[in-house]
């Protein structure tokens, strides 16, 4: 009889072990002892003691277990109470259930369930009168961090016009790239032969956007099937080119290009490493925006 309950206990733990209980349609994060006592188990961590309870960088709070984000930091307040506390979160990020102790609000990850910690209100604490009470453990910290991305798509006014408009972007700025002379003016570049591409220089925040959702834009504001011109504006200047700064970006870029391509694209544009960004003459900047024009040549078209 010892025997058989052996057995069973090792099976039991080769099924833990292998995760076996769990949703293995998805993978999560290996959490410590520590962190499955709060997560899993429900458990709390003793106030005062976590990482997040007095942080306060700017960025979004996500999921120890699933990587969801759950809260901003601009929802962040000190409550006093020991542990981090939200008086809003991410829609739709967070589940409010029932305590087992039948008086409080349990809140846990929408995603994945793991347990975050309860929910309270009629506090007074901040207008919104609500307070998310977080276990530190549960969460990891993303900062607000800023990436720049490099498009040519012909004549830089109009990328730099849809760019601009776009969630999560910081600064839109046009300019030449790719070229073989120091900074080159408009003139020079019309002219042909220096090598530089009209190109925009977008900076994104990367708690808001990516990358892939960009590049996603870039090809459906132009056309990347035209070679060495776009619209009625002919010549090298307005190819269609990423400039990749990272090998993610160039990646992302290149899964891209095979999508549309799937569909039937022949795609002309070309991935080349970015080098030196010479930001355009003032009068160029923003130009449509300044000059109450939509463009002529770019317009939005779904091509994923
Ligand atoms: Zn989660």
Not at 40 to 52: A, Q, V
Not at 89 to 100: G, L, Q, S, T
Not at 182 to 187: G, L, V
């Amino acid at each position: 009889m010892k025997y058989i309950k052996v057995i069973i206990l090792f099976f039991l733990l080769l099924i833990d072990t292998l995760g076996f209980g769990e949703d293995s349609s998805m993978k999560y994060n290996e959490l410590t002892l520590e962190e499955k006592k709060v997560i899993l188990d429900k458990g709390t961590e003793r106030p005062f003691s976590g990482k997040y309870n007095h942080y306060k960088e700017a960025g979004i709070y996500i999921c120890k277990r699933c990587n969801a984000p759950l809260y901003r930091s601009g929802d962040k307040f000190d409550s006093g109470c020991g542990w981090p506390s939200f008086d809003d979160e991410i829609p739709k990020a967070i589940k409010h259930i029932p305590d087992a102790d039948g008086i409080r609000t349990e809140i846990v990850c929408a995603n994945c369930g793991a347990h975050l910690g309860h929910i309270f209100s009629g506090e007074n604490l901040t207008p919104k009168n609500i307070r998310h009470c977080v276990n530190s453990i549960s969460l990891n910290f993303k900062a607000n961090k800023q990436e720049k991305a490099y498009f040519a798509g012909g004549c830089f006014w109009g990328v730099e016009y849809y760019f601009q408009k776009e969630d999560g972007i910081i600064s839109a700025a046009v300019g030449y790239m790719g070229g073989n002379i120091e900074n080159p003016t408009y003139k020079e570049v019309c002219k042909g032969g220096t090598g530089h591409i009209e190109t925009t220089e977008v900076v994104y925040n990367t708690s808001k956007t990516d990358f892939e959702k960009l590049a996603r834009l870039f090809f459906e504001i132009h056309d990347p099937t035209q070679i060495n011109r776009q619209g009625p504006d002919i010549g090298e200047q307005y190819s269609s080119v990423i400039f990749y700064v990272n090998n993610e970006q160039k990646q992302i870029s290149e899964k891209l290009i095979k999508l549309l391509e799937q569909k039937g694209y022949k795609v002309a544009t070309k991935l080349m490493k970015a080098d030196k960004f010479w930001k355009a003459e003032d009068y160029h900047q923003q130009y449509y925006q300044n000059n109450g024009k939509t463009p002529y040549c770019h317009f939005y078209q779904k091509k994923f």
